[in-house]
């Protein structure tokens, strides 16, 4: 089709419905093909509707405008020859900022003369086609929608069946019972590292994500039996994905609240150029606050962050974008120099902890021809992450107690191409090299002979590489099949892995579907782990960790989708993973195993000979958003054990058993051009478990001990907290604001989170997670 037809078929077909009344916006973004990321000139767009009918039809480029829509929202239905058609349901329209959008449609395997219309409106729909169970697409509307989320998908996903928060003051989660450690953090095809403030080595959480909303568009969200182009990862994936900036018109967003004050900004490089910038800052409230003399805690907490995207796209040499992020974050505390205020042990010492993370890579998207396209890029990333602790003496000289210095960096190469044979087969393969430098230092009393023990002090480097291949198989148009290879190495000990995945989705009818997938995986061990350094007391030093290897899973799930109607849809998924190779201590008394640690580098010998265990049933009960209404009841029965050396089946320390969540939320349309919200999370678990504290070997010491041969048989009781969102948006000419309180845990419910020996008063302690907490935030966009 020529560029003069395609322009007539446009002109033509657009009906402009301009209004002299109400408050207007665009509409506008561009059609391509799913696989191959081409654009679909001559594809129609219409709003679902509207009377007299309003649409209009891409064009060369697969670019498409909607003028003068009215604010509020709308649903596209967009449609192209030879492909399935696609409904876009409530979408958002602000007067604030146009909507952009980028629309992936799915080629139509029957005959033309076959075709039956039947619109693909899987709001849930994961982008990867080639994730069809235990994934799903989230949007940026969800995270700052669901109450207390807080524009962080990590806080989010709590709402799904199969994750549990680890803790309420960060948003470290568990997956199917699995460790944190085993989440696998991805943005624009990349790996990326744990983009949180407050984050500690070994887990994939922290205290506040580093990432903006305003950076982010759909994206995956999986927790199972993962396609062949992730891996590096037990128990699940975040792969993020950045939306573009504006690049007709510039715009900004203000944000400030309890968390952090955010100002964004986006628009074109120039007039006659499509490519585009956004970019955002964010500086810590709390430290605000405390420099203005307001006493906020015990200790001084600041943090700071900027994240991007530069969108360059070329005429001959495909498309450039520049992403990245960085954070800087950290805590002060200083003890009373008043020893009569000192009520509890920790009061007497001084410490700093920070974390500061970055990243920033290069991407470049080429086309070969209309059916191939390779993805390559470079990514620099690192995390610095310290912690100096010293214990203030009666007479307020201080005593050294803990030093942690960990800097990680790492480039990653990667190359990924994308063939699209017909209709029914599509290749997908890549590699992916990451080359590690690391320096760590770890030193700490000994609460026996008092002396300082080093335990980590390595400066050195690794390699790991990564090759994968798969390969989509529309066998009909209701059976679909999934299958590749992943193959993973860290080149230094030569410990590899060859992993199979395999899936396949089966469309009973138009309503319902069973799928079953299966993959074989495994991990790099936190890198401390392989320098942990070994002194036998007569200056001999020993590195014990060096050849231990990669711990190993299988995940087997099988899945049921209904939809009961066009917007709501039940879920039925059970699995069983089990673990084998697990690194654990190399001690047959010792009931530690990589499997139960929330975070930090394990500094004793281990060795391969470790196993566990996760299976259960997910139920998930959702109705996404239309008339103004959403909700999503999640259940999850599971159960998730471990063996260590010492031959004991014990759960782990993530074992809760079950989690029941409900989110749902309410929007009512007030007064002109005004949106009243109310949203609601309701979370019930199971406790996690615990090891009883040693009373005696505490008080000898003088902290904490355990008795370790009773590892996770204790559990903390049931967890309750209900978050609650009340909102109000106001659209006016050009701008749109939105004032919001989120109140976590609203009924101040008090959640058990542990104990602790305190040796000031020589006492066993109980610790709580937080209780009320009102976050409020203003946002305006314009």
């Known amino acids: 089709m020529s560029k003069l037809s395609l322009t007539i078929a446009m002109t033509l077909f657009t009906v402009f419905t301009a209004s002299s009344q109400g408050l207007n916006q665009t509409v506008r973004g561009q059609v391509l093909d799913r696989v191959t990321q081409t654009a679909l000139p001559g594809a129609t767009i219409i709003i679902i509707g509207s009377n007299p009918v309003v649409g209009t039809t891409t064009d060369y480029d697969g670019n498409f405008k909607l003028t003068n829509v009215p604010v509020g929202n709308i649903s596209l239905r967009i449609s192209f020859i030879g492909y399935k058609e696609m409904v876009l349901p409530n979408i958002t329209v602000n007067s604030g900022k146009e909507v952009v959008l980028n ?17 693909d409106v899987d709001k849930d729909r994961p982008l990867n086609e080639m994730a069809v169970v235990s994934a799903r697409t989230f949007s940026v509307e969800e995270t700052r929608k669901f109450a207390a989320a807080v524009d962080d998908p990590a806080r989010m996903v709590n709402s799904y069946a199969g994750v549990v928060s680890g803790d309420d003051g960060n948003n470290t989660i568990s997956i199917r019972g699995n460790s944190p450690y085993g989440l696998l953090w991805r943005m624009e095809g990349v790996d990326i590292p744990n983009p949180n403030h407050f984050a500690n080595v070994g887990t994939s959480g922290g205290g506040i994500s580093i990432l903006s909303s305003q950076l982010l568009t759909n994206s995956d969200f999986i927790t199972g039996a993962f396609p062949a182009e992730y891996g590096n990862a037990l128990a699940g994936v975040f792969d993020l994905n950045l939306r573009k900036g504006n690049n007709e018109k510039r715009e900004y967003t203000l944000q400030a609240g309890f968390l952090g004050t955010d100002v964004a900004v986006e628009g074109p490089f120039s007039k006659d150029y499509k490519g585009s910038y956004l970019i955002n800052y964010r500086y810590s409230t709390l430290s605000v606050l405390s420099k203005l003399g307001v006493n906020i805690g015990d200790a001084v907490t600041n943090f700071q962050d900027l994240s991007y995207h530069f969108y360059m796209p070329t005429n001959r040499f495909g498309n450039f974008s520049l992403f990245g992020f960085g954070g800087l974050s950290d805590q002060k505390q ?32 080429f086309n070969v021809g ?16 310290g912690d100096d602790e010293f214990r203030v003496e009666d007479d307020y000289s201080r005593r050294f107690e803990y030093q942690q210095k960990y800097l990680n960096e790492k480039i990653t190469v990667s190359s990924v191409l994308n063939h699209k044979f017909n209709a029914k087969n599509s290749l997908r393969s890549g590699i992916y090299f990451n080359q590690y430098f690391y320096n760590l230092k770890l030193r700490k009393r000994n609460s026996e002979t008092q002396a300082v ?24 148009d209701r059976i679909t099949m999934n299958v590749g290879l992943h193959y993973l190495e860290l080149t230094d000990n030569h410990s590899k892995s060859l992993e199979s995945r395999a899936s396949l989705k089966y469309a009973l009818d138009d309503k319902q579907s069973i799928s079953v997938g299966y993959g074989s995986h495994s991990q790099v061990q936190p890198i401390g782990i392989y320098e942990t350094e070994i002194d036998d007391g007569m200056g001999n030093i020993t590195q014990p960790n060096k050849n231990v290897g990669l711990n190993k899973s299988q995940h087997f799930v099988l899945a049921y989708d209904r939809a009961l109607s066009q917007y709501t849809r039940i879920k039925a998924e059970t699995y069983y993973q089990p673990l084998y190779n697990i690194a654990v201590e190399d001690d047959p008394t010792s009931p530690i195993s990589t499997l139960v640690v929330e975070e930090g580098y394990l500094t004793k010998p281990l060795v391969n000979k470790g196993t566990g ?39 782990s320390r993530f074992n809760g058993n079950f989690a029941f969540s409900f989110t749902g939320g309410k929007e009512y349309n007030w007064k002109k051009n005004r949106t009243f919200g109310l949203n609601i999370r309701t979370i019930y678990t199971g406790g996690f478990r615990d090891t009883p ?18 590892a996770f048989t204790e559990q903390l009781p049931n967890y309750f907290r209900t978050d609650f969102r009340v909102s109000l948006k106001r659209n006016k000419d050009r701008s749109t604001s939105t004032l919001s309180l989120d109140i976590q845990n609203i009924t101040n419910h008090q959640n058990l989170g542990g104990q602790y020996f305190d040796t000031s008063s020589g006492d066993i302690k109980k610790w709580y997670q937080l209780p009320l907490l009102p976050i409020l935030s203003y946002r305006i966009e314009f």
């Open 103 to 119: 629309v992936a449609i799915e080629e139509d395997i029957t005959q033309m003369d076959e075709i039956i219309v039947r619109p």
């Open 334 to 365: 200083e003890a009373d120099r008043d020893s009569t205020k000192w009520e509890e042990e920790y009061l007497r010492y001084d410490s700093r902890y920070f974390s500061n993370t970055g990243a920033a890579g290069v991407k470049h998207l």
């Open 370 to 385: 209309n059916n191939t396209y390779v993805q390559s890029s470079v990514l620099f990333s690192g995390n610095n992450n």
């Open 453 to 476: 023990d080093e335990f980590l002090n390595s400066k050195s480097r690794a390699n790991t590489i990564q090759l994968f291949s798969q390969w989509n198989h529309r066998i009909t």
């Open 613 to 651: 265990r996760n299976y259960g049933l997910e139920l998930t009960l959702e109705q996404f958003f239309h008339n103004n209404t959403y909700f999503l009841l999640s259940s999850s029965l599971y159960d998730s054990k471990y063996k260590a050396l010492d031959g004991v089946l014990r759960n």
């Open 693 to 710: 504290i040693d009373y005696q070997k505490s008080v000898a010491e003088g902290q904490t001990q355990y008795v370790e041969n009773l």
